[in-house]
């Protein structure tokens, strides 16, 4: 599947919570998120770029099906 190209910030720090990750702090514009020893942060843009967005699943080790689904 390909990559969601209009994710907002805020919309991936809820798919990535539903998937389990829990808000540790925020600090500005930047959410940290935490799942046991991953740790990922979101910068909450209005849009998220394409690469930005790959980089954030890849330390969440989540695939993009996965995201996808969580996004609904």
């Not at 991936?12 to 500005?28: K, P, S, W, Y």
């Not at 930047?30 to 991953?38: P, Q």
């Not at 942060?41 to 689904?69: C, M, N, W, Y």
């Amino acid at each position: 599947m390909k990559l969601p190209r209009d994710v907002s910030g805020a919309r991936a720090v809820r798919a990535l919570e539903r998937t389990g990750f829990v808000v540790t702090r925020q600090v500005g514009s930047h959410v940290r998120l935490a799942k046991g020893a991953r740790h990922v942060t979101v910068p909450l843009h209005e849009a998220l770029a394409p690469g930005t967005l790959r980089s954030i699943l890849r330390q969440a080790a989540l695939a993009v099906d996965d995201f996808v689904g969580a996004l609904r």
